[in-house]
């Protein structure tokens, strides 16, 4: 069984910087999408980042509204996947959380696509 945990939300003020950890166990992914999403109270989740990672190909993508903010990469050797932000804003106040699907798959900005959820961290950004 594959567990998502995730680490590193907290409490920033607006302009600062925070790194999300996703670590994964149960399973090594040779090709995988692995992606975060966040939600507010009262609305639908929202695709954030994701990364597709199949033998030497590796390719992120991002939402326009984190894009040259955000960054997403992952540690092969830790089996983790980090989501640094920067330049954050109170609109990015939410839980975010990550996901894992044990394939490359287009649909990285849809939630139904991936196989396995963490529980989620709190975000909240300060003005």
């Known amino acids: 069984q594959v567990q998502l945990v995730e680490s590193g939300g907290g409490l920033v003020q607006a302009g600062g910087s925070l790194r999300l950890s996703c670590a994964a166990s149960?399973?090594?992914?040779?090709?995988?999408?692995m992606g975060w999403f966040r939600q507010v109270p009262g609305k639908e989740r929202e695709f954030v980042a994701a990364i597709r990672w199949s033998g030497g190909s590796t390719g992120t993508y991002y939402a326009d509204s984190v894009k040259g903010r955000f960054t997403i990469s992952r540690d092969n050797a830790k089996n983790t996947v980090y989501l640094q932000m920067n330049s954050l804003e109170p609109k990015d106040t939410a839980v975010y959380s990550c996901?894992?699907?044990?394939?490359?798959?287009?649909?990285?900005?849809?939630?139904?696509?991936?196989?396995?959820w963490g529980q989620g961290t709190q975000v909240t950004v300060s003005s």
């Open positions: 149960g399973r090594t992914f040779s090709s995988a999408t």
């Open positions: 996901a894992a699907a044990a394939r490359v798959t287009g649909g990285h900005i849809y939630p139904p696509v991936y196989d396995y």
